[in-house]
């Protein structure tokens, strides 16, 4: 039910949780390590993804509050579903047609 989920890195790039929140229009809160987002090229994820380095934890709170106080109702709701749209962009099926469509272009 929070409008800001936790998403830490698993063992990889990336964590389940991650993915969790867009597919539910939700706000990851990722405690940046090197993340390297992927189709970065395509989706403005600052729109809708707060991050705070790991050395900054202390000040998370604060960072939530800097990315939530300057948006009125309609641009959080947009927003979230700018979220539910780049987990669409992501989600495995999706993901990989572009992945592969990227690529072709590269064979010639």
């Known amino acids: 039910r929070s409008d800001f989920i936790l998403a830490p890195k698993g063992m990889g790039n990336t964590s389940v949780r991650f993915f969790e929140a867009?597919?539910?229009g939700r706000f990851p809160v990722l405690i940046n390590t090197d993340y390297v987002f992927p189709l970065k090229d395509r989706i403005d994820y600052e729109k809708f993804v707060v991050t705070v380095d790991h050395t900054?934890?202390?000040?998370?709170e604060q960072i939530i509050l800097d990315f939530y106080n300057p948006l009125n109702n309609?641009?959080?709701?947009?927003?979230?579903?700018?979220?539910?749209e780049a987990f669409k962009l992501l989600r495995p099926g999706s993901f990989l047609k572009t992945a592969l469509s990227e690529l072709k272009q590269y064979e010639a």
């Open 22 to 24: 867009l597919s539910l």
């Open 56 to 60: 900054r934890i202390e000040d998370l």
């Open 74 to 84: 309609e641009e959080f709701k947009e927003r979230q579903k700018m979220a539910r």
